[in-house]
């Protein structure tokens, strides 16, 4: 089975080290980015999420599970010491696509 790697980006959302600093526009962004490339929380596989403070993660854990309704993909959730342009969180997410 081939592996088609591309990069996926819109203007609906901003740059990825944007200044944005609140969990709910994190997952907008991601969102935009998902439809962009024809797919969805529904079609995630797995989602990575960097936090600055891990006492966010109730927070965050609230509007991921909002976000991503009934979608269950693998998850990750880790404290890291930074974050580019000092966001507060960042999501790394792998998504099957439509063709």
Do not use: W
């Not at 819109?10 to 907008?28: C, I, K, N």
């Not at 990575?48 to 009934?70: P, R």
């Not at 959730?77 to 999501?91: G, Y």
């Amino acid at each position: 089975m081939a592996t088609i790697h591309k990069i996926i980006s819109t203007a609906d959302s901003p740059a990825a080290l944007g200044p944005y600093y609140r969990h709910e526009q994190v997952f907008a962004n991601l969102t935009a980015v998902l439809k962009e490339a024809n797919s969805s929380f529904a079609h995630a596989v797995k989602c990575t999420v960097f936090l600055k403070d891990l006492n966010d993660f109730d927070v965050v854990n609230k509007v991921y599970a909002k976000a991503l309704g009934g979608a269950l993909p693998s998850r990750a959730c880790v404290q890291v010491a930074r974050l580019p342009k000092d966001v507060l969180v960042e999501i790394d997410c792998i998504a099957t696509v439509n063709a």
